[in-house]
């Protein structure tokens, strides 16, 4: 990739991150504004979700038997169950969320350390974007370590999280949307 390319390509990263950034920051003011519906809600929609799709499964079986595997009619009535389950034992349910997010969240932190690295050759605040990185991998280790946590702290962490990863990323965005600086430019 020439450096010309490398510096357009990471210029429109910079929009997205910025963009990203925003929508985390906004997001995380939500969470802490309303962090009891927040972990209701998401139990809700995963409810309503599993529900439907367990229905959907089992009127699939139904519609044409000899095309569909038992195993559909089967995986239908654990989606109904699981949202029902849900609607029941929502604290058990968040738990479960925590151990999603936490993965969600480790995943995520590892590509954007990977990322980060990957930008060194283009781009001056690269540290920054492996700070983030950082940042929400060890959001996922926390959520990982503690599924159990209670409603309303995971809730306030997710929103102290947001809001401190939307900053980071803003802060990349506009360090990407610079692009190198000119030490760097002349350096190589």
């Known amino acids: 990739m ?12 910079g929009t997205a991150l910025l963009v990203r950034g925003i929508i985390a920051v906004l997001f995380g003011f939500l969470v802490a504004a309303l962090p009891v519906a927040t972990v209701f809600g998401l139990i809700l929609a995963f409810a309503v979700f599993a529900v439907t799709d367990g229905l959907t499964n089992v009127a699939h079986y139904f519609y044409d038997p000899s095309r569909h595997s038992r195993w ?12 029902l389950a849900a609607v ?14 936490g993965l969600w969240a ?9 990322l980060a690295f ?3 050759e283009t781009m001056s605040g690269w540290g920054v974007w492996v700070l983030t990185g950082f940042l929400t991998a060890a959001f996922g280790l926390f959520l990982l370590i503690n599924p159990g946590l209670g409603l309303l ?16 990323l803003i802060v990349c ?8 600086s000119s030490q760097f430019l002349y350096a190589h």
């Open 2 to 13: 020439s450096d010309a390319s490398g510096r357009r390509m990471f210029k429109h990263s």
């Open 118 to 120: 990957a930008a060194r």
């Open 173 to 180: 965005g506009i360090r990407l949307r610079r692009g190198p």
């Open 72 to 83: 559909t009619l089967v995986g239908g009535f654990v989606s109904i169950a699981a949202g």
């Open 88 to 101: 029941a034992w929502p604290g058990l349910t968040a738990a479960a969320f925590g151990v999603l997010l």
């Open 106 to 114: 480790l995943v995520l932190g590892l590509s954007e350390i990977v």
């Open 153 to 168: 702290s995971m809730a306030a962490f997710l929103a102290a999280f947001s809001v401190v990863a939307g900053l980071l």
